[in-house]
């Protein structure tokens, strides 16, 4: 049984709305995340996704836009959960195991935004919707060079506390 072009257009549709949802927590989140993170390489990178994250939210209602659609949030519980995990982690950790923390948290984020983004940019491409296609694929190239910089902060980050051990 094939999804009718219909159930695929709810499909991507709610698939945008999550992003948007996610993203705009993202924004907010990261700020907290630049901040209470010590380790300056690590606290820039974050600073400077979190300027691309608005992007992503600008670029996100553009979709909407293509797609003849009101921009609306769509709750994520699964980004909800990550964010109340580094919530109380971060309540009861500090220094180099949370800076380490938020890194790992960071990956594990950019996994599933890139998960998300491949999901609504094959369904946007299908449905014949180019412009928003591409404009999900922008976002989910720069998602994919954030979770690589993430990496590599994290094996820096690694290489230098088993340096000063």
């Not at 820096?156 to 000063?164: L, T, V």
């Amino acid at each position: 049984m094939s999804m009718s072009t219909d159930e695929s257009r709810e499909l991507l549709v709610e698939g945008v709305q999550e992003l948007y949802y996610t993203e705009q927590q993202l924004v907010d989140a990261l700020d907290d995340v630049a901040q209470e993170t010590e380790d300056d390489n690590a606290a820039q990178g974050f600073s400077q996704h979190r300027e691309e994250t608005q992007e992503h939210v600008e670029r996100l209602e553009t979709v909407f836009e293509k797609l003849d659609e009101q921009p609306r949030e769509r709750e994520d519980p699964v980004l909800d959960a990550m964010i109340e995990e580094h919530d109380a982690f971060a309540g009861d950790n500090d220094g180099e195991v949370l800076d380490r923390y938020n890194i790992s948290a960071g990956q594990k984020i950019e996994h599933y935004e890139i998960a998300a983004y491949g999901n609504v940019t094959s369904l946007a491409g299908k449905l014949g919707e180019d412009e928003a296609a591409d404009l999900l694929e922008e976002n989910l190239r720069e998602e994919e060079q954030a979770l690589d910089e993430l990496s590599q902060a994290g094996e820096q980050f690694d290489r230098q506390q088993i340096a000063g051990d």
